[in-house]
């Protein structure tokens, strides 16, 4: 559900890969990267990185979410003083 909702508040694709580990998968890269295993970043993830499910996103939950983010700005903009205020208490 929540590969769904991130491709739906984006709408873009959204990708999950097959790894236990992603964040020591993302060291291991960046490290063979460093040492020169590997020319750049791209080329080391097409050699380690394996895709596994994604989510397509919904045109009508993006526009959902588009008008909600749009409310968002604008109630953001008429009560930034506030907020301010507040956090000087």
């Keep these: 559900i929540w590969r769904q909702m991130l491709a739906d508040m984006y709408g873009c694709e959204v990708k999950t890969i097959k790894a236990q580990e992603g964040p020591a998968?993302?060291?291991a890269i960046l490290a063979g990267v460093g040492a020169g295993i590997f020319p750049d970043v791209q080329t080391a993830c097409k050699e380690f990185i394996e895709q596994d499910t994604w989510c397509q996103p919904?045109?009508?939950a993006h526009a959902y979410?588009?008008?909600?983010?749009a409310l968002y700005q604008k109630l953001y903009r008429q009560l930034k003083?506030?907020?301010?205020?507040?956090?000087?208490?």
């Design 25 to 27: 998968l993302g060291v």
């Design 58 to 60: 919904d045109a009508a």
């Design 65 to 69: 979410y588009e008008k909600g983010h």
């Design 81 to 89: 003083e506030c907020y301010e205020d507040l956090a000087a208490l």
